[in-house]
């Protein structure tokens, strides 16, 4: 180990001793490797930000990878085995979808149907034997939601991103009035059109009046508003929750392990509800997603890269050539033909690391810059780091580069028979 | 220190193969200081490579110290150049990026890596101070005379306390008065114990050794002072 040690330090100094003394070329060889590196170094950096954004996208819509998701049709025996289920329960929340229109009584919604504000789905009502319904009367200001009632902090799961106010807190005693955190596509209604605070909610008992305590991002386009089950019960009884016309969604998130997921399914099979279970799992569906754009980046770059270490080659060679006698002297006064290989290696090794380091330096640099000037406009620029995967892959690079540049010129270097310091 | 019997060197060529050293016989002991002379494509170089474990011979046997090294593997023998051999040529070949004292510390490489550095400084400075040019080593060749880099050239070769100095026309690029200065270095290092081959065109400095070889056509016989 020792003498490793020994011959990989000569090695070093010495390859330093030789950049040093040849500066314009190790320059141009970092000229001509530095685009490759920047390559690789640019595509993983955009692979990992875009990887990301794209996770944390997912994470907002579906919910973190491994939590388990159990959805059903809205019937009111499968919610009321659902609400006994999670009743306390810290690993389990379940989610039911209703409409809720918020506005002047009396009028259409300005989003028929619960459309994103501004686009118009008709309200027609369909009913199963086929009949559908124009609607009638006079649209207004009013603004249909689909009212989602939590058992829960469904945040556990999904990572809403605070937008202003605050979240529901469910530590409290529930509050006669209810209390809503609108979504950032039902807040924008509420921006466009003046809307009074009153809310009709299909069976409710009266019509409610709400509190808006915040707008979160939830990651969908339609808008929604968030309220305490518990909260929305003192006006709508459970045994009102569902409407076979309506539609509606009934769904439970559960944490990885949680020991009700059996049971519950088991008890809602016996009652003839058909639970469907599924494990989020976003980052196996983006791979599949990412791994073509990918490959053919890397592919690019790599493409690139090699361009560079047949730069890097022809330098080296060059410098052999140059450095024959030099080469020959070495193995006249004893270094082994190993080590001379070793010092050429070491040479184009840390030829390649400088332009690593060029290359990661450059680029973060650049990404700092790209996020000062276009940060606040791009959301995806928000908070980017410069991501370490692309440091390693810049090193990665410039090793790869380093000694495939420089093995054949190492082995050059090592056949250079002693004799020619004679004949010169 | 060294015994070369019978060593020939074939020349394995496109054509016919050519023998270059024919059945050599040459021995130097401690000490001792031998001069080759001999015509341009005599072999002496080629003679020299051989002893210097630069090249090993096709035929013959090759004692250093009384071990046959007549073959050994290319790891061995870097290990004793390193250990046993001190080279200087016609050409300097000083490293022009280096100084003089780290020119004189490249000998010091081998497998084992560096001498620790103080080590490495002290056996620096001993072997410039032993060609007379301590003061130069912080120089670079190109600020050297072509006398003062060959005489670093000869630190070089003497850094390891070689056991065997070989030396290719040394004085072949310097003017009589500074070639004397070389000869005299090389000499000096003789009286420590060292074996001495010179191969030289002068004969002036051939006359300095304690014998003189002539090499003619791959033959070495011993001249008989007249
Ligand atoms: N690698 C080689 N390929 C072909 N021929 C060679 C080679 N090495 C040596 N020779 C031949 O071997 C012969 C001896 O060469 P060598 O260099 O030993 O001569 P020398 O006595 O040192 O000559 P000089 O005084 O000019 O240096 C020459 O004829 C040379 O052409
Ligand atoms: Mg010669």
Redo the contacts between chains.
């Keep these: 180990m020792k ?1 490793f ?3 990989f ?2 090695s070093l ?2 390859g330093l ?2 950049i ?3 500066k314009l070329r190790t320059l141009l060889s970092m000229v001509s490797l530095f685009l490759g590196v920047l390559a690789v170094v640019v595509v993983q950096a955009g692979a990992s930000i875009a990887e990301r954004a794209l996770l944390a996208d997912n994470e907002l819509t579906w919910g973190y990878d491994g939590t388990r998701v159990i959805d059903m049709p809205p019937e009111q025996k499968a919610v009321d085995a659902v609400l006994a289920a999670v009743k306390g329960r810290s690993d389990a929340v379940a989610s039911i979808g209703v409409q809720g229109i918020i506005g002047e009584p009396g009028v259409r919604p300005v989003n028929e149907g619960g459309a994103p504000i501004g686009q118009s789905w008709g309200g027609a009502v369909c009913y199963p034997d086929g009949r559908c319904e124009e609607p009638t009367g006079p649209q207004g200001a009013a603004i249909e939601v689909r009212l989602t009632a939590l058992t829960g902090d469904i945040r556990q799961f999904r990572p809403f991103r605070p937008v202003s106010g605050s979240w529901l807190d469910f530590s409290t005693v529930p509050s006669m009035a209810p209390r809503l955190v609108l979504n950032k596509e039902a807040a924008k209604g509420f921006d466009q059109y003046d809307v009074p605070a009153e809310m009709r909610v299909n069976g409710a008992v009266a019509n409610l009046t709400p509190r808006f305590v915040g707008v979160v991002d939830d990651g969908t386009g339609e808008p929604r508003a968030y309220v305490r089950a518990d909260e929305l019960a003192t006006w709508l009884p459970n045994a009102n929750l569902v409407n076979p016309n309506m539609g509606g969604e009934l769904r439970v998130s559960l944490a990885p392990s949680s020991p009700i997921e059996q049971v519950l399914v088991a008890k809602l099979k016996g009652m003839g509800v058909e639970p469907y279970v599924d494990t989020i799992n976003n980052r196996e569906e983006q791979e599949d997603q990412l791994r073509l754009m990918r490959l053919i980046f890397f592919s690019m770059a790599g493409l690139v890269l090699l361009i560079g270490v047949a730069g890097i080659l022809n330098v080296g060679l060059a410098t052999v050539g140059e450095r024959v ?2 080469f020959a ?11 001379l290989a070793g010092i050429v290696l070491a040479e184009t090794l840390l030829t390649g690391l400088f332009t690593a380091a060029a290359a990661i330096g450059a680029s973060a640099l650049a990404l700092k810059a790209v996020v000062l000037l276009a940060g606040g406009s791009h959301p995806i620029l928000d908070n980017v780091q410069f991501p370490w995967e692309a440091g390693v892959a810049g090193i990665i690079a410039g090793i790869v580069a380093g000694v495939l540049g420089g093995f054949v010129p190492a082995l050059r270097a090592a056949g250079i ?3 020619t ?4 | 220190m060294i015994e070369l019997t019978g060593v020939t060197k074939v020349l394995k060529g496109q054509s016919e193969p050519r023998t270059i050293l024919d059945g050599v016989d040459l021995s130097v002991a401690a000490g001792q200081s031998v001069a080759i002379v001999g015509r341009s494509g005599s072999g002496k170089s080629t003679l020299l490579s051989v002893v210097g474990l630069f090249d090993r011979p096709d035929q013959g046997r090759y004692l250093l110290a009384g071990q046959d090294i007549s073959r050994l593997p290319e790891r061995r023998a870097a290990k004793l150049r390193s250990s046993h051999f001190g080279f200087v040529f016609q050409r300097f070949f000083l490293l022009k990026h280096l100084t003089a004292a780290q020119n004189v510390a490249m000998a010091l490489v081998n497998g084992q890596g560096w001498l620790p550095r103080r080590e490495r400084r002290a056996r620096v400075m001993q072997a410039l101070d032993q060609v007379g040019i301590a003061h130069l080593a912080k120089n670079r060749p190109a600020k050297m005379s072509g006398g003062e880099q060959q005489r670093v050239a000869i630190a070089r070769a003497l850094v390891r306390d070689p056991k065997v100095l070989l030396a290719d026309e040394p004085t072949g690029a310097l003017d009589t008065e500074t070639g004397t200065l070389v000869i005299d270095a090389l000499l000096a290092a003789t009286s420590r114990g060292c074996a001495l081959v010179l191969v030289t065109h002068d004969r002036d400095h051939a006359a300095r050794m304690g014998r003189i070889h002539d090499l003619v056509n791959g033959v070495l016989t011993e001249r008989v002072p007249a």
Excluded: F
């Design positions: 003498r040690s020994g011959r330090r000569s100094i010495i001793q030789g040093r003394a040849r006698e030099e002297l070495r193995r006249a006064v004893g270094t082994p033909r190993s080590l028979p002693i004799a310091v004679m004949r010169a």
